[in-house]
Nanobody, 120 residues
């Protein structure tokens, strides 16, 4: 079983910065993709940024140049540095981890979500 835990929620003013962290733990043999999604009230969940074991990254167009995803493979941890935050970035942010367990089964695990509010 794989668990994912996020940290770093908060209230920040427009133009401010916030860093989210996410750690995956449990029966992980290969941790492939880690990513951040978000869901605002009344909207569908969307991919914000993701990174693969090999270092490839992918970003939502609206966050390019403002958000940076990074990972520490030794710690099975991914970070999302968010700069120049806008009110439209307000959402619950979810961490996702995908890979294989020691039983050679695929896993797709989600965190419980962390609230990010951008408001003056």
């Amino acid at each position: 079983q794989v668990q994912v835990a996020e940290s770093g929620d908060g209230l920040v003013q427009p133009g401010g910065s916030l860093r989210l962290s996410c750690a995956a733990s449990g029966s992980i043999y290969i941790l492939d993709v880690m990513g951040w999604y978000r869901q605002a009230p009344g909207k569908q969940r969307e991919l914000v940024a993701s990174t693969t074991k090999g270092g490839s990254t992918n970003y939502l167009d609206s966050v390019k140049g403002r958000f940076t995803i990074s990972r520490d493979n030794a710690k099975n941890t991914v970070y999302l540095q968010m700069n120049s935050l806008k009110p439209e970035d307000t959402a619950v942010y979810y961490c996702n981890s995908q890979g294989f367990t020691w039983r050679s089964t695929k896993y797709d695990a989600w965190g419980q979500g962390t609230q990010v509010t951008v408001s003056s």
